[in-house]
T-cell receptor, first 115, second 111 residues
Framework: EPEVTQTPSHQVTQMGQEVILRCVPISNHLYFYWYRQILGQKVEFLVS????????KSEIFDDQFSVERPDGSNFTLKIRSTKLEDSAMYFC?????????????FGEGSRLTVL | AQSVTQLGSHVSVSEGALVLLRCNYS??????LFWYVQYPNQGLQLLLK??????LVKGINGFEAEFKKSETSFHLTKPSAHMSDAAEYFCAVGGGFKTIFGAGTRLFVKA
């Protein structure tokens, strides 16, 4: 069964360092998303991406964040200068199409710990 | 703006008992609603979705949910809990380029 894969599963970094989280969406999906979940809190929308550009982003997704689809398979989230409060589980998701009935398929997440 | 509120951050039931997880939504347009489940150390998996075709929606693992417009609710139920149902459950409202999740309800199942 096709699945979304994420790497690394866990990354520990020092405050101020740059981090890149990688995702391989399901191959025939066209829409890509990043969500994050701070420990014990809700799953929060960060950004959606379609046709090589950002479709929508939340207020969390400020200038320190960026997304990219560098090739035909990967979808990355970059955090330029990490802060302690960036510590969270980051989930990548993809969907075949958007619209109200678009089911999201999630990866297993990348846990980021900022020290 | 769309949002969902899940009532109860933790629910505990005995094995074989009814499971009821509550979700209320707010939406200025006809909503499309989802329930996702998250097992420990895993991503979120779709349980079921409401897309206006039928108000009672059946999902995987014996779960179902009923859309009630008058109550702005989309509660998740299962007639008989199983130990394997222990997980975190998220109600979500979708539309456009993003899906908004509720805070989640952790379900505990006692033997």
């Amino acid at each position: 069964e096709p699945e979304v894969t994420q790497t690394p599963s866990h990354q520990v970094t020092q405050m101020g360092q740059e981090v890149i989280l990688r995702c391989v969406p399901i191959s025939n999906h066209l829409y890509f998303y990043w969500y994050r979940q701070i420990l014990g809190q809700k799953v929060e929308f960060l950004v959606s991406f379609y046709n090589n550009e950002i479709s929508e982003k939340s207020e969390i997704f400020d200038d320190q964040f960026s997304v990219e689809r560098p090739d035909g398979s990967n979808f990355t989230l970059k955090i330029r200068s990490t802060k302690l409060e960036d510590s969270a589980m980051y989930f990548c998701a993809s969907s075949e199409w958007t619209g109200n009935t678009g089911e999201l398929f999630f990866g297993e997440g990348s846990r980021l710990t900022v020290l | 703006a769309q949002s969902v509120t899940q009532l109860g951050s933790h629910v505990s039931v005995s094995e074989g008992a009814l499971v009821l997880l509550r979700c209320n939504y707010s939406s200025s347009v006809p909503p499309y609603l989802f329930w996702y489940v998250q097992y420990p150390n895993q991503g979120l998996q779709l349980l079921l979705k409401y897309t206006s075709a039928a108000t009672l929606v059946k999902g995987i693992n014996g779960f179902e949910a009923e859309f009630k417009k008058s109550e702005t609710s989309f509660h998740l139920t299962k007639p008989s809990a199983h130990m394997s149902d222990a997980a975190e459950y998220f109600c979500a409202v979708g539309g456009g380029f993003k899906t908004i999740f509720g805070a989640g309800t952790r379900l505990f199942v006692k033997a």
